[in-house]
């Protein structure tokens, strides 16, 4: 597709169970983010990726977070053994250079019971 | 360490009047990018509009324009004519030129346009 794509949408999952979020860059981007959006709250920065190396990781909240773009393309955000802090909106983004405009995906809703 | 503040959390407007929703922000950079994002009920981020801070000249796209003030540190959006399908929430970004590339967003500001 043309845009940044993510799935799932939404996810449920019970307190203690392990998530792992998909996020499909615009073809060719170098640059991957990850963001975390509370209810009505800006996004906050999670981790970046130039090609396959994480470049910063400075935003996962805790080592239950992990996330990982092998090839350089598609990218995981993994959450181990979710809490109900962690309930909020995975937002992915993209872009081909700085300064530029990143492209974001629609997000993941992931709702912890 | 950047700091983006909005300090409107709701704007509502009638359609068609002109809205301006402010932000300032707060670095050490001399160099930069600032940003309008918008983000409808959808979830999905749209930029609206984008200033180099190199740039004096202010940054328009159509109905939307911006009055960068580089020594306040000020970046106000107005929307002009406004329409319906503004709605949405509004945030301003920032990136460094140089260093992290990531967006550091404020807290958003809800515009709702009254038919």
Redesign the interface.
């Known amino acids: 597709g043309a845009g940044v794509s993510q799935s799932p949408r939404y996810k449920v999952a019970k307190r203690g169970q392990d998530v792992a979020l998909r996020c499909d860059p615009i073809s060719g981007h170098v640059?991957l983010?990850w963001?975390q959006q509370a209810l009505?709250?800006?996004?906050?920065?999670l981790t970046?990726f130039q090609n396959e190396a994480q470049?910063?990781k400075s935003?996962l909240p805790s080592d239950r977070f992990f996330a990982e773009r092998p090839e350089g393309s598609v990218s995981t955000l993994k959450i181990q053994r979710t809490q109900q802090e962690d309930s909020a909106?995975y937002?992915c983004?993209s872009?081909d250079d700085?300064?530029s405009?990143?492209f974001?995906?629609?997000?993941t809703?992931l709702t912890v019971v | 360490a950047q700091t983006?503040t909005q300090s409107q959390p709701e704007m509502s407007v009638q359609e068609a009047e002109t809205v301006t929703l402010s932000c300032t922000y707060d670095t050490s950079e001399n160099n930069y990018?600032l940003f309008w994002?918008k983000q409808p009920p959808?979830?999905?981020?749209?930029?609206v509009i984008?200033q180099?801070a190199y740039k004096q000249q202010n940054a328009t796209e159509n109905r939307f324009s911006v009055n960068f003030q580089k020594a306040a540190k000020s970046f106000s959006l107005k929307i002009s004519d406004s329409q319906l399908g503004d709605t949405a929430m509004y945030?301003c970004a920032f990136?460094p030129?140089f260093g992290?590339?990531?967006?550091?967003?404020?807290?958003?500001t809800r515009l709702t346009i009254i038919p």
């Open positions: 640059s983010f963001y009505g709250q800006g996004p906050e920065f970046y470049l910063d935003g909106v937002l983004a872009s700085r300064g405009e990143a974001f995906g629609q997000g809703r | 983006v990018y994002y959808s979830r999905q981020m749209i930029l984008r180099e945030f990136i030129y992290n590339e990531k967006l550091t967003f404020g807290t958003g």
